[in-house]
């Protein structure tokens, strides 16, 4: 005998890419920012770690937002922010030609 379980989470399938190309974009952004200022001879510690506390951020700024769907919910997770939007309760969803903006309601 077979138990039906309850359908689990799906998640965006380019999600893992997405967030290797933000990290390797960092790490460049770092690289060349620490060389250049290092041929400049205007490299300093204070100016290094600047640029690496900036090379941090890149990713956060970089990786897109994560959506998830699960049995009734669909879920946007930004860095910021988690919204949920529960299907059950959707009457309508629009789509506007001049935005790439969809309405749910």
Known sequence: MQRNRPPSAAGDRHSRGSARLATICALLFCAISLLVGWDA???????ALLWIILSAVVPTIL?????TAG????TVTSP????TVWTDALVAARH???TNNCHLS
């Open 63 to 67: 990786l897109p937002p994560r959506v």
């Open 80 to 83: 910021w922010r988690e919204h």
């Open 41 to 47: 001879g205007s490299l300093t510690l204070p100016r």
């Open 71 to 74: 049995p009734g919910r669909l």
């Open 96 to 98: 506007q030609d001049d």
